[in-house]
């Protein structure tokens, strides 16, 4: 008898059973939402239900985040699970019955759904702990969605103290529900955030010969980057430099004496990261010289490339099928968005799956971030199953 699919059966009835349960947790939570660092409605709520099913809770020296731990017949491996637990300013415009009460704060990156799902996995391992080795530890972690982001204070606490694997999610409205996507490698961008500052010299508008125009050349500037992108990248890698702010200058006849610009630079190529400030640097101060200018740049925040382990994806890769069949996986392309779940990768193996929560029937189509992002709730118990069902796979040693 195949032992494996004994117990896979028991995690898919015990999800199947939770699935009501876990509408709740989700709803609720997404009802209210709560913005990066200030999540401590939603800590109390982990904690109360963490608590509720069992598990341990850790010390953790931050004002927001849970850590929670759930021990197997030993404690000879331990597998980490992360979900993010922020939400974002975005008024609401979905209609929806349990539509965030709090006005211009949403769940609209699916947090909530991971919070869900992993609260579940905790409650279905909960109930068939006799049936793994090992410990599995929960990390509700805050501020995703605002680097430098909380995964790295969560690290400094001792998030993966002894953790020999860490398993990640994300919902994606372009997965069809009950489809995960998996790919190795570098997968989501680096992130680079910087302000950046041009110095001129204030005149009268009718005398630009006595003043250094601070806005000419910041318009020479917002130009000049992207030629980064075309002449200084090789072409097979890709990046972007996008600024999202501009501000400067007080009066219509007035030259500016200072403009600021806020950026971010993303890229897959991790050799790319570690040169663009230098090019950054290079291309803002040829032109300020040029002109007369001077600038400051500073740096704000910055993610690494996340980089999926193929070892874990292989084990994901296993699980899914044995639940769901492997028709039901597929392999995403590469994004240039950012996600700090790449600071865990650089320390220990892992993966993020995405979980696929596409339901066009009920408006579960609409892009991330958008104030009408709906999400197919049964996604949480495909979720749910691998998790946990990996969870054990990985803790039974059946890894590669
Ligand atoms: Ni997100």
Request: proline letters at 6%; glycine letters at 10%.
């Amino acid at each position: 008898m195949d032992n494996k699919n004994t117990i896979h059966g028991d995690i898919l009835g015990l999800a199947r059973k939770l699935h009501p349960r876990q509408i709740e947790w989700r709803r609720h939570l997404h009802s209210h939402p709560e913005l990066s660092d200030e999540e401590t409605q939603t800590t109390a709520y982990l904690v109360k239900e963490l608590k509720a099913l069992g598990l341990r809770i850790r010390p953790l020296n931050m004002t927001t985040g849970v850590i929670a731990e759930l021990d197997g017949r030993s404690s000879s491996r331990t597998v980490a699970i992360r979900s993010d637990i922020d939400a974002l300013p975005i008024a609401e415009q979905t209609g929806l019955p349990f539509a965030s009460v709090t006005p211009g704060k949403m769940h609209a990156c699916g947090h909530d759904v991971h919070m869900a799902t992993v609260l579940g996995t905790a409650a279905v391992l909960a109930q068939i702990r006799s049936e793994f080795d090992g410990r599995v530890r929960f990390l509700f972690q805050p501020a995703e969605e605002m680097p430098p982001g909380g995964a790295r204070p969560m690290i400094k606490n001792g998030a993966l103290d002894k953790v020999g694997a860490i398993f990640g999610l994300h919902v994606d409205p372009h997965l069809k529900t009950g489809k995960i996507g998996l790919r190795d490698g570098p997968t989501m961008a680096s992130v680079f955030d910087f302000d950046l500052t041009i110095h001129g010299r204030g005149g009268h508008a009718a005398r630009p010969q006595d003043a250094v125009d601070a806005i000419v050349i910041a318009a020479e500037v917002v130009n000049s980057l992207q030629t980064i992108i075309s002449r200084d990248i090789d072409p097979i890698d890709s990046a972007a430099i996008t600024f999202g702010k501009v501000s400067g200058g007080v009066a219509r006849n007035v030259i500016a004496d200072r403009v600021q610009l806020t950026g971010t630079v993303r890229t897959l190529s991790p050799k790319l990261f570690r040169k663009i400030p230098l090019l950054l640097k290079r291309t803002v101060g040829g032109i300020c010289k040029a002109r007369g200018g001077r600038f400051t740049l500073q740096a704000v925040a910055d993610y690494p490339v996340l980089n999926n382990d193929s070892a874990i994806n292989a084990l994901y890769t296993r699980t899914y099928t044995d639940l769901f069949g492997r028709s039901r996986i597929a392999v995403t392309d590469p994004v240039l968005g950012g996600e700090d779940f790449a600071c865990y990768l650089q320390k220990v193996p892992g993966a993020m799956f995405r979980l696929g929560i596409r339901n066009p029937k009920i408006g579960a189509d609409k892009p991330w971030h958008s104030p009408e992002f709906i999400v197919d709730e049964d996604a949480m118990y495909f979720g749910t199953s691998l998790l946990a069902a990996a969870a054990v796979d990985y803790l039974n040693g059946r890894t590669a």
